[in-house]
């Protein structure tokens, strides 16, 4: 028998961002009329692959193939022109117009720019295809999530898509609403369609794919049947075993047990539901999840950035109530945000300004004159600590790598030595060197007092440095763990089984 | 030397200070009026008012802001003194209310938009209507002269040669530019143009400095309408009507980003003065001010343009 040309074809594909490889030598072939899963750890690069292939990265190295011919260029219009469809985590749907006007948006018929009208029409084929029960004069806003993906998913039959790409689809889904959505998938593999399915969920994985392709650190482990596969051996090909192993710094020794943080019970408008856990003096601790576990929402309830409907949070033994990140900056608590871009730095400022916003009032007179020598002193001190490259402090923080961002980010935050510190995703991005040299900052701090409250999705991160950590699901704390002497795989064992155990992810 | 002078040519101030020049000599190739001791005080003066309003102007904007209300702020400082004077206040006095009334109209501007979470736009366009409104009915429409010897000396006295409203301008920018460059305040002003959102999560009050950077822009305007009532002797309540839209042009051919966050205050005289001089300078050649319009708007988009290449380059 002959085979068929595979709808996307990748070969040798890599793709690095500003000099840190993401992807490297990927060899793929989506069959049509399959569901093909995409699964890896978090920043193992399957989502970096789905939106290469939807035309949303472009690659650096390598070919790509659609439908048997060279996709080049390739931009999402073109993809789209092709009948590639991108599904994103955020639903992209204009949320004040109706689901037949979403499904048609940019693909009207018009006649001298005046609308047809003709758009519930030309909906009827598509609802009958998919067999999706929707109201097309309905609006967005008023759907829920799973019909919004629906719409989703019309919107890119309607644009005559025969591979839709669904990027962690299920994240903000209830169990039930997977179960449909996964039902939408077979549909569509029925009428000749093909998917291409990341997610970290494996149960799903197992559930509805054909075939399953699994990367580690940008490398493609191997691309399988999906019928030889279960979770523990996706497990494990997702681990790998001789992975070259970083050298982490010495864990510092904790003489005494004296608590700088302590949170019981915690709930919040953002999802946390009553965390409770507690860091000493000169503690590392991590909190391992996955990505959309709640991590980020734990800490930002805990600093006052989100508002908290309950429990309460001590500070070195006394109750902090009210919480609001200009009380949390002055009592010592600060976090380091995992997107330097959007959250951690002010792109039109220069290194030295970034560095001290949060600290100027100890740069400058009571009348609020800076004291330009003091800071410059200062800045330039934190630079060659953090080995920031260039080391200018007068330079324009937009022409500084991702790296060097990085370490301008946690100077800021960590210049003047603070009580409690959270660090979110500090090594993000980063490279090889970079990475070192922010693990030995956080060991130091550490090393001299300060609390460390570490979210990490890498977990040979968190391991390696935190001598105790959570396991976090859901916006909830569970149990706790000795990083010391425990591999990658139990732990991620470990976490799968919660999800299992809570199976209404994050549906709250 | 090399690093200095790329220093130099980045400095924001150098090229639009050659634009500058190279305006006043093309003009002066064609009259020699134009650069007369004489011509040039008399620029000076004429181009007072919207540097002052400016420099208000630019804070605001370098802040992600805009203030449409400048004009109407004055109006309603200047009516205010006239008012006072004209029953019988001392004019230091009538002043010193004068600017107080216009840096509350800047507050409340503040208030809205900090409090209210209004955008700038719209509640300065509001601020607008409200001042110029409230001035038209304290007056009942009519102008009051004020020909007390406080604003004769400021409209028409010299100071070492030069007319008393350049040295108004000179303090505007000099505290204004301190304050910018190296004060705490100004660097939350940059912080908070280049991303309020990053500035919220640094703890900085970013709601209290927005009514500060209002208050600000509001105490501007009231300065510029003693300088206004100076060169006037008279408070006419439509004074300075759509002035706002010149202060707000001589800051975008300065230079500072309308986006925010970038800029310095300097360059906003410039830009007040090249528009003055393409004024001055056609109507001494006899160019009609229909045509001087005209020019002053692609004056406007030439400059933001030049700026979006050079910036293009920056990345």
Redo the contacts between chains.
Sequence with gaps: MENPTPSVRLRGVGKSFGGVSVLRSVDLDIMPGEIHGLVGENGAGKSTLGKIIGGYYSISDGTLEAFGRPADPWTPKDALDKGIAIMHQELQLVPELTVAENVFLGIEDQKLGVLSGTEKDRLTPIVEATGFEVDPSAKIVDLSIADRQKIEVMRALARNARVIVMDEPTSSLSADETQRLHETMKKLRASGGTVVYVSHFLDNILEVCDAVTILRDGDLVRTAPCAGENKDSLVSAMLGGGRSKIAFPDKSRLKERQSALEVRSLSSTNGTREASFHVNRGEIVGLIGLVGGGRTEILRAVIG?DKSTGGEVLVQGKPYGDR???E???RGIV?V?EDRR????????AVR?NMT??H??SF?TPF???L?ATEKSRSREAIEHFQVKPPDVDG?I??YSGGNQQKVLLAKWLMRDPEIVFLDEPSRGVDVGARQRIHEAIAELAGRGTAVLLVSSELEEVLGLSHRAYLVANGKVFDELVPEGKTEGEVLRALFQLQQRFPEASAH | MKEFLIKFQRYPLTWIVLVACLIALTISALSPYFLTVNNFTNLMKQVSIVAILAAGQSIVIISGGIDLSVGSVLALTAVTIGWLVQNGVSPEIATACGVAVGTFAGFINGIVIAKGKIPPFIATLGMLGIARGVALVITGGVSYQVLTPLFLFIGNGKLLGFPIPIYFVIVAYAATHFMLS????G??V??I???E?????????VDGRKIAIYALSGFFSAVAAVVMVGRLASTPPNVAFGIELQAIAAVIIGGI?FA???GIVLTSFVGALIMAMITNGLNILGVSSFWQQVLIGIVIIAAVWVDNIKSAR??
């Design positions: 950035a609001s990140i200009a949390s900056n002055r976090m945000p959007k959250q951690g730095l002010i792109m039109t400022l300004s916003l949060p100027l009032s400058a609020g004159r800076i330009a324009d937009l022409n | 190296r004060s705490r305040f660097r939350h940059y912080a143009g280049g991303d959102h990053v500035s919220r999560l640094e703890g900085i009050n980003s925010g966050g970038r920056r990345r």
